[in-house]
């Protein structure tokens, strides 16, 4: 998730003179309800903390106060809590660090007094935490979301077999464009699964399957090309931004392994980066690569952050690219405009029923949707939705 280019339907009512009390109890109202739907009853006991971090940000006043100083297109409420998780990482010794987990370990349990911890460390560090938040965006960098992409890929390769080109559209780390590195499974009912990849890797990448099961590839596709494009790649080298990209990842022991794992690899492995918004420089990005290879560009929480002109000028610019080579799109994005009036999915599809209810009912969910364009020609449906972090997938039939 990225905060770049949020539409109107996320930014402040009234800004920029809104009253500060109603941009509080905005921002308390969204972290609330991100906490609710991000560890909703009968979640994993290891998501504990994010929504306690969550609920602190909305309850304690000098974390609402910091959260409602930040313009809503930022997503104050997810940028307050990687604030803390990284300056917690920067201040091991304090009480509130101890909660957070470290990669490679297990979750620390919650004893209770969280709430008292994370306001006693608002109070220490409030400076700290505010140029935190004045220096930065949120971006989740979020490798799991590789198994809700990972079936539409093998059933592109099954039908030509030509290797793939990937494209990832708001790289970010780049950690997407590697996903040949990684191991699959996906747990159905009864206790069977489906496995993929390397079962050596050091990322191992697993989710409940509800619904029809998905085609899951005896092995990952090949991958012939891996290009990422974003306004501002990210460094992986560079500690200070590592520091900070590990801070945006939910502070869940499963979460915070994978990404170490995951950032390991695309150190090692490097990936051809293409600084720029994408509008400008999708075209030469996929002019360069090997004709033999299948085009398919990867979409992960970017698209429901632009607004409407752009997605317009998106479409059009697919249908041109499309004229000189087939091109495949593959999004996975909340319903759109972000927020409790969404009704559509980024890619124009229609939506299944029941998920626009399930949406203002307070669901967090991304739609993977899957659009094939041809000679200016586009067909596609929604394939499935999935947990923000993965943690389930929900496949739908084939029509």
């Not at 909305?58 to 307050?80: E, F, G, M, N, T």
């Not at 697919?318 to 009704?343: F, H, N, Q």
Request: aromatic share 6%.
């Amino acid at each position: 998730m990225d905060a770049d280019d949020a539409p109107a339907a996320v930014r402040d009512p009234g800004a920029p003179g809104a009253d500060a009390a109603q941009r509080e109890k905005v921002v308390a109202e969204q972290a609330l309800a991100v906490a609710a739907a991000w560890s909703p009853p009968g979640a994993p006991e290891s998501w504990w903390l994010t929504a306690a971090t969550l609920s602190a940000v909305a309850r304690d006043d000098v974390l609402r106060a910091l959260a409602a100083s930040i313009p809503l297109d930022r997503l104050p409420a997810l940028l307050v809590v990687a604030a803390l998780s990284r300056q917690a990482a920067l201040r091991p010794d304090t009480a509130f660090a101890r909660y957070f987990p470290r990669p490679g370990g297990t979750q620390p349990p919650d004893d209770g007094r969280f709430p008292e911890a994370a306001a006693a460390f608002a109070r220490e560090e409030r400076d700290a935490l505010a140029a935190l938040c004045a220096g930065h965006r949120y971006q989740m960098n979020e490798v799991a979301r590789c198994l809700d992409v990972l079936p539409v890929l093998g059933a592109l390769h099954a039908r030509d077999g030509r290797p793939l080109a990937l494209v990832d559209l708001g790289t970010g780390a780049g950690l997407a464009l590697h996903l040949d590195r990684y191991a699959y499974t996906y747990r159905l009912a009864g206790g069977a699964s489906s496995t993929c990849g390397d079962p050596g890797s050091a990322v191992q990448l697993d989710c409940a399957v509800h619904g029809v099961v998905p085609d899951v590839p005896q092995r990952v596709p090949p991958i012939l090309a891996r290009v990422g494009v974003d306004v501002e790649p990210r460094d992986l080298a560079d500690p200070d931004t590592y520091g900070w990209l590990a801070a945006c990842v939910p502070p869940e022991a499963g979460a915070v392994t994978r990404f170490a794992a995951a950032a390991a690899i695309a150190r090692s492995e490097g990936a051809r980066a293409v600084r720029g918004d994408l509008l400008d420089v999708l075209e030469d990005a996929v002019a360069g690569l090997p004709e033999e290879a299948t085009v398919c560009l990867l979409d992960t929480y970017v698209h429901v952050f632009l607004p409407p002109a752009q997605l317009a000028r998106f479409d059009a610019l697919l249908e041109r690219l499309s004229r000189v080579r087939p091109i495949e799109w593959i999004s996975v994005d909340p319903l759109v405009p972000l927020g409790p009036d969404a009704d559509s999915t980024v890619q124009g599809l229609p939506v299944p029923d029941g998920w626009v209810e399930h949406n203002r009912a307070g669901g967090v969910f991304g739609v993977i949707g899957h659009v094939s364009l041809r000679g200016g020609r586009r067909s596609g449906r929604v394939v499935g939705r999935a947990h923000p972090s993965a943690a389930w997938l929900e496949w739908l039939p084939a029509r």
